[in-house]
DNA sequence: GTGACATTGTGAAAACGTTCACAAGGTCCC
DNA sequence: GGGACCTTGTGAACGTTTTCACAATGTCAC
């Protein structure tokens, strides 16, 4: 905890987390990440009809250290078994369970530009256990977006829409200067993870979980680097 | 250029890097990221006639300790003036300078798929100091993309029109599958920056810098917290 | 069954990044 | 021009994350 500062909960690249378990331990947000990396490289594997997959392979697999993935897995229990490793299938189904990716999430994206449409066209999402169904804006040029045809509202149903759809997680694609309002109208509805597009810091309760990814920082920080 | 075994530069949600500067020390790639940050924010500042700002305010607009911004620029010389806080103008320049988006550079992407021409569309990057106006793909659908007539090229032409244009930066966006055949391909040619939003991790000498954005990871966590 | 082997799970150590706290030094009002 | 006031730059403390290293434990071939 950032001492007597601002309650928020975000994160994004900077690490620094928290969150209850069924245990009770507090399990840093860059242990979460890899587990999704692991569930993805358990995928192919199991694609492949490998059955058992040892730390060291994972870990060569995904670039990291074997240590780190046998201490990551064990924050959530013990899946392997020594002189075998894991058993591929087995420890695939219970990280999704613990990523909670084994139930589809509804999922709304809100602002229709650029960006927004790509994202609505891409529908990689809608594979991984999210439903991506529902796009707003606060101008409707077109009724439905994308080979998936997903309708668009316009943002004054936004409140409604959501708690009618249950929709649990929000992908913010609108200029900088909405960001804010509009996450405020999410949270209002409801909405506790947000996946924030916009290159401004968003303020949320404590308990709304907020991802940040900038294209634009991963351009110039790459930019540097070209010595 | 099928398989240089070697070890491996990236970096992408994990922490961990080095790079020599001016001086002499390691710049974490935390650091270099923040300092993207910081730009931003005193380009906004700039707009609003801002003259000076302190380290205390910086901080609080993009929620990070005021000791960290000093220290983050810090790492690259004296900027500040004590008792009156850092120059917005100046400030925003030597950064500019020193992430070396002070010029333009020529970026191309591969794979023009839905996010691949989503991200063409967008053209968000043109505006930051990079110039997108190279697409390849193994097949060329149209012969150019979005609003800023980006020509789309067969990937055969890469290495000559990576050479010719001078390439610098590369975002790849192709299949998984073809992810480390390219990423060997744009090396080979010269490049050695790579935006990589393919879910695959790829293999490239140790002067190659590779940021990976990876869109899947950042929802199945996000997931996570929905309790 | 037994024994050589492989691999886990985890304390302890090391590395790394963040925050504290304060001396040094410039500002700017009177 | 002087002095109260700010704010920087930075060593040291702190906290977190990663890596090491190894005892414990199960595998598997014979």
Avoid: C
């Avoid at 201490?71 to 087995?90: I, M, N, R, S, T």
């Amino acid at each position: 905890m950032p001492g007597p500062k601002n309650p928020n909960s975000e994160d994004s690249t900077p690490e620094s987390e928290h969150q209850e378990l069924s245990g009770d331990r507090k399990i840093p947000a860059a242990v979460i990440k890899r587990l999704s990396l692991y569930t993805r490289a358990l995928q192919n594997l199991e694609r492949n009809k490998v059955e058992k997959v040892s730390s060291t392979e994972l870990a060569k697999e995904l670039g990291l250290n074997s240590a780190q993935v046998r201490k990551d897995l064990a924050y959530f229990g013990q899946f392997g078994v020594p002189g075998f490793g894991y058993p591929v299938g087995e420890l695939r189904k219970k990280l999704k369970h613990i990523l909670g990716t084994d139930r589809k999430i509804n999922v709304a994206l809100i602002g229709v530009g650029h960006l927004g449409k790509a994202l609505l066209s891409y529908g990689g999402f809608n594979r991984q256990g999210f439903r991506m169904r529902w796009a707003f804006d606060i101008e409707v040029r077109d009724k439905t977006i994308g080979a998936e045809k997903v309708p668009v509202y316009n943002i004054s149903e936004l409140e409604q829409v959501v708690r009618r759809e249950n929709i649990e997680l929000v992908i913010l694609t609108v200029p900088a200067e909405a960001a804010q309002g509009i996450a405020d109208r999410v949270v209002g509805a409801g909405v506790s993870a947000i996946l924030n597009f916009v290159p401004k810091r968003i303020q949320t309760p404590p308990h709304v979980k907020v991802h940040y990814v900038d294209l634009a920082i991963e351009m110039e920080s790459l930019s540097f680097y070209l010595r």
